[in-house]
């Protein structure tokens, strides 16, 4: 049941957000969250309430579980419109988005070594900025720069020394000609490791900087034991988002001892462009809590808002509104959010919002689907589902949100429920909405398979 809590007179204050300077072609969905910001919004607005009930399902086996969202290039591979994917244990495959049909596959050598095992991948691809090549994580600790015409490797770059405990869960970001990949740990938050942000150059893959969340004075890859802390995975389905105010990059930490020193656990965290440099953070007063009662803030990460500010959801049920522009520089600080919210349900938050018009937020737990709009930097609910979901994304004037083996389909501004798509279970999967498709995979890394099932609806 829908429940209003604004007049629809509130729709009238929405103001546009800045776009970034590495805006996709408009035909693509060419990251996770569509761009650089994660924003989840897209403008292709071919689907309609109107026509979403008239889209054909077409079911595609594939060879492995993609447990993340694939990416899409309209003419991008010998001249057809293709879905690009990365299995859990480092496939990588351009489907044909009109046919089903694998266009190219391609196997990291350590595939047989891996599969079956725990040692697995939820990374998204991302499309280079040149539109040339596409950027694939392994499950072996390495970022590939594949081919898009035939998924040749062109570099390989290691980004970690021990990939059995230091896990490529986030998708990849690109900016500025750098590729931008973190690392988490696995399930059981088995020592020793430590989340870090890595940047390297589109052309080269050589490594640009490396910044630590623990033992953040050493600014190179470390070998996990030989640091005191471990933990702080940066392990949010976005990885390191690029703030479209100033190209910043941002990143949400798990737990892990907080010291404002070298230690920086359970915190939002804004470094330069190139990962150089910690800039800013925001920790919460409740820091030494969340590390103890496992409730790692970084399960999501920030999701930008118009006016500089952002919404940081985690494990412990609550949404802050930050200023992030205004955040302290780095030191023992912490507090200092805007506004506190309960999260649908007051449960953990493993997706990320969705973002559009710069002022409407959409997000999702295991309790149900939710939308925010803020005024006079506040948020305010406006309508919520008790259907369950994980990202939403919005494309046109449409949100879709997978879950409970269904995309459901709303109209952003009332919460009206226009289309249910049948689908399979999903885990950390979203969907992604492209010239008249929508596509989205089933299936949960954590059952270790490797066979899946790849869904795309389409008009024609």
């Not at 509130?10 to 546009?16: C, Q, R, S, Y």
């Not at 539109?131 to 994580?137: M, N, S």
């Not at 750098?178 to 399930?187: D, K, Q, S």
């Not at 949100?401 to 709303?410: C, K, L």
Request: aromatic letters at 8%; charged letters at 15%; one cysteine or more.
């Amino acid at each position: 049941m829908i429940r209003l809590l604004l007049v629809a007179a509130l729709a009238a204050a929405i103001v546009g957000t800045a776009s970034s300077a590495d805006d996709p072609v408009s035909h693509d969905w060419p990251l996770y969250g569509y761009d650089t910001a994660r924003h989840n919004a897209s403008p292709d607005a071919a689907i309609t309430a109107a026509n979403v009930s008239q889209l054909r399902r077409r079911r595609v086996r594939i060879d492995g579980t993609v447990d993340s969202s694939p990416i899409y290039v309209a003419k991008g591979v010998r001249g057809r419109d293709a879905f690009l994917f990365t299995t859990t244990y480092g496939k990588t495959e351009a489907l044909d988005a009109g046919t089903g049909r694998v266009l190219w596959r391609f196997t990291p050598p350590t595939y047989e070594q891996l599969a079956g095992s725990v040692q697995i991948t939820n990374a998204s691809p991302a499309l280079s900025s040149d539109r040339t090549a596409v950027y694939a994580a392994s499950p072996d600790g390495r970022i590939r720069k594949l081919r898009l015409s035939d998924g040749h490797v062109l570099w390989t770059t290691r980004i970690t020394f021990d990939p059995t405990h230091e896990k490529l869960t986030s998708s990849l970001n690109v900016y500025g000609g750098r590729v931008i990949a973190t690392t988490g740990g696995y399930i059981g938050d088995a020592p020793s490791y430590q989340g870090h942000v890595v940047t390297m150059s589109e052309s080269t893959g050589r490594i640009a900087h490396v910044w630590n969340s623990l033992c953040s004075d050493r600014h190179a890859l470390i070998v996990p034991k030989t640091c005191a802390s471990s933990d702080s995975a940066i392990w949010s389905r976005n990885g390191a988002a690029v703030d479209p105010a100033n190209g910043t990059l941002v990143v949400a930490t798990g737990n892990a001892p907080f010291d404002g020193k070298t230690d920086w656990g359970d915190s939002v965290l804004v470094l330069t462009p190139d990962a150089s440099r910690l800039l800013r953070h925001w920790t919460p007063a409740d820091h030494e809590h969340l590390n103890t009662a496992d409730l790692d803030l970084g399960s999501t990460s920030p999701a930008f808002l118009a006016g500089g500010l952002a919404v940081q959801g985690g494990k412990d049920g609550k949404l802050r509104l930050l200023d992030l522009h205004h955040l302290p520089a780095p030191g023992p600080k912490t507090g200092g959010e805007l506004q506190t919210l309960e999260l649908p349900g007051g449960l953990d938050m493993f997706s990320e919002p969705a973002v559009w018009k710069g002022t409407w937020v959409f997000l999702s737990t295991s309790a149900g689907t939710e939308a925010l709009l803020l005024q006079g930097r506040r948020l305010h609910a406006v309508w919520s589902h008790p259907a369950a979901g994980t990202s939403p994304v919005v494309a046109g004037n449409l949100v879709y949100v997978a879950g409970g083996g269904v995309v459901n389909v709303y109209v952003p501004t009332s919460g009206r429920h226009v289309a249910q798509l049948p689908s399979g279970d999903v885990h950390w999967q979203s969907p992604i909405v492209a010239d008249g498709r929508v596509a989205v995979a089933e299936g949960n890394a954590n059952d270790h398979a490797t066979t899946g099932y790849f869904d795309i609806y389409s008009l024609s």
